[in-house]
């Protein structure tokens, strides 16, 4: 059930994901190349996740949930980045600062919201995938 959980709001962040995305190149704006390694661990990571869940291999799901891992740290990286940015002369926490701007922004923030809901039903079902090892 995690793991369904987990697909489900990897697949959910993905689409997301891509109408950030086009709406960016809409708006003819520079993408970062961070942005395309975010958007390619995305795909790599829920291949992996789909491979594990076919076979029930815990080698795949903890491959699967560290792909993911890497993925929203590089989503953190952007968030962050994009906020100094816009705030080159900010002084204090950059993160939560940057959380706190995203709040402002529905949709990225929808986006940010949803990367937990992947990242913690992954990393349960990675753990009970190994139990049963």
Same mark, same amino acid.
């Given at each position: 059930?995690?793991?369904?959980? *987990?697909?489900?709001?990897?697949?959910?962040?993905? !689409?997301?994901?891509?109408?950030?995305?086009?709406?960016?190149?809409?708006?003819?704006?520079?993408?970062?190349?961070?942005?395309?390694?975010?958007?390619? $661990?995305? @795909?790599?990571?829920?291949?992996?996740?789909?491979? @594990?869940?076919?076979?029930? #291999?815990?080698?795949?799901?903890?491959?699967? @949930?560290? !792909?993911?891992?890497?993925?929203? $740290?590089?989503?953190?990286?952007?968030?962050?980045?994009?906020? +100094?940015? +816009?705030?080159?002369?900010?002084?204090?926490?950059?993160?939560?600062?940057?959380?706190?701007? $995203?709040?402002?922004?529905?949709?990225?923030?929808?986006?940010?919201?949803?990367? /937990?809901?992947?990242?913690? /039903?992954?990393? *349960?079902?990675?753990?009970? #995938? #190994?139990?049963?090892?």
């Amino acid at each position: 059930m995690t793991a369904t959980i *987990a697909l489900v709001g990897w697949i959910l962040n993905i !689409v997301v994901g891509l109408v950030l995305l086009a709406r960016l190149l809409r708006a003819r704006r520079r993408i970062p190349a961070l942005a395309y390694y975010h958007l390619v $661990t995305a @795909f790599v990571g829920l291949g992996i996740w789909i491979a @594990f869940m076919a076979a029930g #291999s815990p080698v795949l799901a903890w491959t699967g @949930f560290a !792909v993911l891992t890497l993925h929203n $740290t590089f989503g953190d990286k952007l968030m962050v980045k994009g906020w +100094r940015k +816009r705030h080159p002369g900010a002084t204090g926490n950059a993160y939560l600062q940057a959380v706190k701007y $995203t709040a402002k922004r529905p949709l990225t923030m929808a986006h940010a919201m949803l990367a /937990p809901v992947a990242w913690f /039903p992954a990393l *349960a079902a990675a753990v009970i #995938s #190994s139990w049963g090892a």
